[in-house]
């Protein structure tokens, strides 16, 4: 069974960073891709980036590109976010998801596995 789970969130000031990590477990993830999400009080869960875990691509919502970097660690089965120059609506819980095959999808319904989440709170 697939189980992802997130970790490093937590309150920072503007201007400040944070690291997630995704670690997922339960099957070889070779031919998947992971995304990360975010969903802030009242509003839709919104796309924030996501990896092919073979050869490590990668693909970004626009307003993340710059500030937000997705990577991978295969060793570790760890797929982390880096959060750079964070602004107060960031704040949100970011989820990690993850769909089999290799092509990049931003809808939430098009992944198959989720994580708990874990909160962001950015204050101004």
């Known amino acids: 069974q697939v189980q992802l789970v997130e970790s490093g969130g937590g309150l920072v000031q503007a201007g400040g960073s944070l690291r997630l990590s995704c670690a997922a477990s339960?099957?070889?993830?070779?031919?998947?891709?992971i995304g990360w999400f975010r969903q802030a009080p009242e509003k839709e869960r919104e796309f924030v980036a996501a990896?092919?875990?073979?050869?490590?691509?990668?693909y970004y919502a626009d307003p993340m590109k710059g500030r937000f970097t997705i990577s991978r660690d295969n060793a570790k089965n760890t797929v982390y976010l880096q959060m750079n120059s964070l602004k107060p609506e960031d704040t949100a819980v970011y989820s990690c998801?993850?769909?089999?095959?290799?092509?990049?999808?931003?809808?939430?319904?098009?992944?198959?596995?989720w994580g708990q989440g874990t909160q962001v709170t950015v204050s101004s």
């Open positions: 990896i092919r875990w073979s050869g490590g691509s990668t």
């Open positions: 339960g099957r070889t993830f070779s031919s998947y891709v």
């Open positions: 998801a993850a769909r089999s095959g290799n092509l990049f999808y931003s809808a939430p319904g098009s992944y198959d596995y």
